[in-house]
């Protein structure tokens, strides 16, 4: 996560959408930068609405506005599947080595995920709390360009992103029949990609 004090900005870091380059260029100009803990680093709306947001508030007087990037879901359960089939992670409970990209899509749908499979939710991590905080900003994975505009001129910076964290490159398919089962199960979050401009 990212924070912008003087331009009421958090960037908020969904897994699996290239927010760690974004944050290695811009640790510098960022006024708070967390990376460490995961369960920090990766705070979805509700995190940040209970912990961060009440910090700014109550001492600074101060609401943020939040930005995050999604990526296309498909596209996102491929980046987890690929980042779990690193070499070190063989023989390992979160691994997805044995395991076909179906098999771990169908994983991914049940109610009780087997670990390898529990990645969380793009759609919950953006979800909107009660008191209306929500992301006032959303970017696509896929359109690069359009997120690095809104970050140079919010910010007055000029851009130079390195990859980081880069899950292996394999080729992936999905079958007609998981991916047709797959969009209706989650509907609601190829809605909101659908939605972001």
């Known amino acids: 996560m990212l924070v912008f004090f003087k331009e009421r900005l958090a ?18 100009r960022a006024d708070m930068v967390i990376t460490e803990p995961p369960m920090l680093k990766h705070a979805p709306v509700y995190r940040y609405n209970r912990f961060i947001r009440p910090m700014f508030l109550k001492v600074c007087d101060a609401e943020l506005e939040l930005m995050a990037v999604m990526r296309e879901p498909v596209s996102w359960l491929g980046s987890w599947y690929r980042y779990r089939q690193r070499p070190f992670m063989k023989g390992k409970p979160n691994s997805t080595h044995g395991i076909s990209f179906d098999e771990f899509v169908l994983a991914y749908m049940k109610g009780n995920k087997p670990g390898f499979a529990d990645v969380g939710s793009q759609l919950n991590f953006m979800k909107a709390q009660p008191n209306g905080t929500g992301i006032t900003h959303y970017f696509r994975y896929e359109d ?41 199960k989650f509907a609601e979050e190829f809605a909101l990609y659908a939605s972001i401009d």
Not at 11 to 28: D, H, Q
Request: charged share 25%; hydrophobic share 35%.
């Open 144 to 184: 690069q360009s359009r997120l690095q505009q809104f970050l140079s001129d919010r910010l007055d910076v000029s851009l130079d992103l390195k990859r980081e964290n880069v899950s292996p490159a394999i080729p992936l398919s999905l079958s007609p029949d998981v991916e047709r089962r797959f969009k209706r």
């Open 11 to 28: 960037f908020l870091s969904v897994p699996k959408t290239g927010t760690t380059a974004y944050e290695a260029a811009l640790a510098p």
